[in-house]
């Protein structure tokens, strides 16, 4: 298990597989799992072309460091997971496209209370010159300019949804491999996703149903009162269980607060925001564009809302050429 | 001129990388520790909806997604002017002392502990929790399963998931607990108080009752004299979920008590062109290098910092514990408090918290107002600017937000728990360097070993500060003569 550019949650729903952890050490030899683990980079490096059985691969491909090792761990492993949002489809930090890698650093590096009077930025070479002791040279690996997703760096195998996957599905997949290696259980086409549904968030949602229309779009900070029982998409939340994929249990739904779209696009769908523009389209009281339009508008952060987890996947790229 | 390089897996971790320069003696003259990461939210959450910033920002990191949730819900309450109801911050603090117990459990069995349970010269294929579970027996391994296992249950009771909750928005949270629930919590809270009353003796046993440990947490390798920070209620006693910053200095005396909103006249963030990540320091005691003392801005923050910057724990068995933990460590003179400053008691501060966070628990699931349904209200005031600050379990985290009037971002800073240890970690990273290279002559095993301890005892969370909870950090070693050519390489034994 692997993470590239990413923020550990992957890692941490593994981990709270809790009890079939015992199982997964009787069953694998864990080669290499940074986060768990003492890790064994040389002994990956050294290890034959495909001899890793499973590799878990997690995060998104930020800078030339996380891209190598995706060619790495590709080659040392007979079945490459994208493992979770990141990996699959860039997930929040995918966002980042939206804009260039100097308005970044500026955000970070011009930002408030930072003492920078130099107006320095972190530097891929840095040259220590320090007289009596000597000189050396610094070395940071470079930011791409944009966040990329696993299956647009190296070929892969499966892609398991989920910010992060629920811990329910990722036992089911460590099932299902165990029983793969031992032949009781057979893996499904390359290309598929796994430990995820192909329907809709909203077929796993136990909210009521009305496919009442919506007159506008509402924010919680305007809604006095969210009733307990009824869609959200229909009371005006903008909801993304229409065009997410099913596998969590509709979990944020069921908290009360409309789904983010973290499992993705659901079978079939080629651009997530397409289709979710598509739906909401779809539930607003209105005929007439401009009306329609009038309605949409009602959302504050359209490519916030409608490309969330997945502008590093989208057909937009970042609205930009990479 | 020799520089040698301490390198997790060949740079392709991207994780941390380490850096020492000697000079012509063979002496370290410097050490760099370099943060090769960034993601840059402070950049891509320009332009989103404030109410959205508890669930974007929770992603900033996976290992600790509560602190993240928390302190923004906390900014964006301030952004609004809004007071949730009572019964929401009961709800807040709730899930997030079930983290916080969580979240030490983790770091101390899964990450750093098995350096001490296992023993630090112990196959690396042996440190880990599963190692663990080998030497104190299946007993305490399966109990540390379950601790995670019911801690998790509680977050995901009061946030929806167990990884990146979702209820806190602007105004208070989305939904209220059951009465079935609050009961199945207490029990947690209980159950949880014997677990931590439970490690803090499996700590005397293991850890004081052996000379060479003892020696190692007083030994002056990882002692750094710093400044200290850490919030406290309006008693002065420690609090994770809410309270007033307090720094002290290394003597112990007050360096300045401020409500969170006012760190921009206390902090500065230092930006170096050799690593992604900024160095905090004290405002007014000013950045002088990595050096610490009371001349020197460096602060750390963390369980040390903040049990240094406390006057006590604010619940009964923790507040034993504490006593215990100075009367060992730096009894007091004359009544007045003196701070500890080896690093590894960090190990021990922590287990005092994990104390401290069960009993905490107990105490918010058997207020009478918990399971309230008045758990929200909406703003009447036009967004505008506010910060949000808990103590995340590896330090004070601070989020700050300014919007526009439709309540869209336009600016963030963020300073998290692990960025403000920065410095103290390159400073401890530096002492085990000087310690242990001595005429150019590198001791090979325990360099590695010992580097990877001091900056263990941190609790590290990159994936805060960029990207990666390295608590295990692998590491290489790459000595450079003169002209830059590797002459010697060391690998972490594995």
């Given at each position: 298990m692997y993470w590239a550019s990413s923020c550990g949650g992957c890692d941490i729903a593994v981990l709270n597989v809790h009890e079939m952890l015992l199982e997964v050490d009787r069953q694998f030899d864990i080669v290499f799992w940074p986060a768990a683990m003492d890790a064994k980079y040389a002994d990956v490096r050294s290890m034959a072309d495909g001899s890793i059985d499973v590799c878990l691969f997690s995060g998104g491909i930020r800078n030339e460091e996380n891209a190598e090792m995706a060619r790495l761990l590709r080659a040392k492993s007979k079945v490459l997971v994208a493992f979770g949002s990141c990996a699959c489809e860039g997930c929040i930090p995918g966002l980042a496209n939206l804009g260039t890698v100097d308005e970044l650093f500026d955000a970070v590096y011009e930002g408030p209370g930072v003492d920078n009077p130099q107006h320095l930025v972190p530097q891929p070479e840095w040259r220590i010159a320090d007289g009596a002791t000597g000189t050396g040279v610094l070395r940071l690996p470079v930011f791409s300019p944009m966040l990329t997703t696993l299956d647009q760096t190296v070929a892969v195998d499966y892609f398991m949804p989920g910010c992060p996957p629920e811990s329910a599905r990722v036992a089911e997949v460590l099932k299902l491999v165990i029983g793969a290696m031992g032949g009781t259980e057979t893996l499904p086409p390359v290309g598929s996703v796994i430990g995820a549904g192909t329907s809709t968030c909203c077929d796993e949602c136990a909210r009521d149903r009305n496919l009442k229309k919506i007159d506008r779009f509402v924010r919680i900070t305007d809604l006095a009162e969210v009733d307990p029982r009824l869609c959200l998409l229909e009371q005006g939340l903008p909801c993304n269980g229409p065009a997410t994929r099913d596998g969590c249990g509709a979990l944020c739904p069921a908290a009360g607060a409309p789904c983010i779209g973290c499992y993705g696009p659901?079978?079939?769908?080629?651009?997530?925001?397409?289709?979710?523009?598509?739906?909401?389209?779809?539930?607003?009281?209105?005929?007439?564009?401009?009306?329609?339009?009038?309605?949409?508008?009602?959302?504050?952060?359209?490519?916030?809302?409608?490309?969330?987890?997945?502008?590093a996947k989208s057909l937009l790229r970042g609205g930009r050429n990479a | 001129m020799t520089t040698l390089t301490i390198d997790p897996v060949t740079r392709l971790e991207g994780h941390g990388k380490i850096e020492i320069l000697l000079?012509?003696?063979?002496?370290?003259?410097?050490?760099?520790?370099?943060?090769?990461?960034?993601?840059?939210?402070?950049?891509?959450?320009?332009?989103?909806?404030?109410?959205?910033?508890?669930?974007?920002?929770?992603?900033?990191?996976?290992?600790?997604?509560?602190?993240?949730?928390?302190?923004?819900?906390?900014?964006?309450?301030?952004?609004?002017?809004?007071?949730?109801?009572?019964?929401?911050?009961?709800?807040?603090?709730?899930?997030?002392?079930?983290?916080?117990?969580?979240?030490?459990?983790?770091?101390?069995?899964?990450?750093?502990?098995?350096?001490?349970?296992?023993?630090?010269?112990?196959?690396?294929?042996?440190?880990?929790?599963?190692?663990?579970?080998?030497?104190?027996?299946?007993?305490?391994?399966?109990?540390?399963?379950?601790?995670?296992?019911?801690?998790?249950?509680?977050?995901?009771?009061?946030?929806?998931?167990?990884?990146?909750?979702l209820t806190a928005v602007p105004g208070g949270m989305t939904k209220g607990i059951t009465e079935e629930e609050r009961s199945e919590i207490e029990k947690t809270g209980r159950w949880m108080v014997d677990f931590a009353e439970g490690s803090l003796q499996l700590w005397d046993e293991a850890i004081l009752g052996n000379d060479e440990y003892v020696g190692m947490i007083r030994g002056d390798l990882y002692s750094h004299e710093t400044y200290y920070m850490g919030l406290v209620d309006a008693d002065g006693?420690?609090?994770?979920?809410?309270?007033?910053?307090?720094?002290?200095?290394?003597?112990?005396?007050?360096?300045?008590?401020?409500?969170?909103?006012?760190?921009?006249?206390?902090?500065?963030?230092?930006?170096?062109?050799?690593?992604?990540?900024?160095?905090?320091?004290?405002?007014?005691?000013?950045?002088?290098?990595?050096?610490?003392?009371?001349?020197?801005?460096?602060?750390?923050?963390?369980?040390?910092?903040?049990?240094?910057?406390?006057?006590?724990?604010a619940t009964p068995r923790a507040q034993q514990a504490y006593e215990r933990f100075y009367e060992v460590l730096a009894p007091p003179v004359d009544g007045h408090k003196r701070m500890v400053h080896p690093r590894l008691a960090m190990h021990w501060a922590r287990l005092i918290e994990l104390l401290h966070a069960a009993e905490r628990v107990v105490e918010l699931a058997t207020d009478p107002e918990v399971t309230s349904d008045r758990v929200r209200v909406v703003p009447t005031e036009a967004p505008t600017e506010g910060v949000g600050t808990v103590e995340a379990p590896r330090g004070t985290l601070t989020h700050h937000y300014w919007t526009d009037e439709r309540g869209l971002v336009t600016k963030v800073n963020l300073i998290v728990g692990t960025t403000n240890n920065y410095a103290p970690m390159a400073l401890s990273i530096e002492r085990a360097a000087r310690g242990l290279i001595h005429g150019g002559e590198v001791v090979s095993p325990g360099l590695l070993n010992r580097i990877e301890m001091a900056f263990r005892a941190y609790d590290p969370c990159f994936g805060c500060a960029t990207h990666s909870l390295t608590g295990e950090m692998p590491l290489e070693v790459t000595i450079h003569d003169a002209g830059g050519e590797p002459i010697h390489v060391l690998r972490q034994a594995c």
């Open positions: 659901a079978d079939g769908v080629v651009d997530y925001g397409a289709r979710l523009m598509s739906a909401f389209a779809s539930v607003v009281n209105a005929t007439e564009p401009e009306e329609i339009e009038r309605i949409l508008d009602g959302i504050p952060d359209p490519v916030g809302q409608f490309y969330r987890f997945s502008l | 000079d012509e003696a063979g002496e370290v003259a410097h050490t760099y520790f370099q943060v090769p990461e960034l993601r840059g939210f402070e950049r891509f959450c320009v332009g989103r909806p404030i109410e959205e910033m508890p669930t974007l920002t929770s992603r900033i990191c996976g290992v600790c997604p509560e602190a993240h949730h928390m302190a923004a819900a906390k900014a964006v309450d301030a952004v609004y002017g809004v007071t949730p109801p009572r019964t929401a911050t009961l709800l807040r603090e709730l899930l997030y002392s079930a983290f916080v117990a969580t979240d030490h459990t983790t770091h101390f069995y899964v990450l750093s502990g098995p350096d001490f349970l296992v023993g630090p010269d112990a196959p690396v294929a042996e440190r880990n929790i599963l190692g663990v579970v080998r030497k104190v027996g299946a007993d305490i391994g399966l109990k540390v399963i379950e601790a995670r296992k019911r801690g998790h249950a509680v977050i995901e009771m009061i946030g929806g998931r167990k990884v990146h909750p006693r420690l609090n994770m979920y809410d309270g007033q910053v307090r720094v002290v200095g290394p003597d112990g005396g007050l360096h300045g008590q401020y409500p969170p909103r006012d760190y921009p006249e206390w902090i500065a963030e230092r930006v170096e062109p050799w690593t992604y990540l900024k160095f905090p320091y004290l405002r007014k005691v000013g950045w002088k290098g990595l050096v610490d003392g009371p001349g020197s801005g460096v602060y750390c923050v963390g369980p040390l910092g903040r049990i240094n910057a406390a006057d006590g724990m």
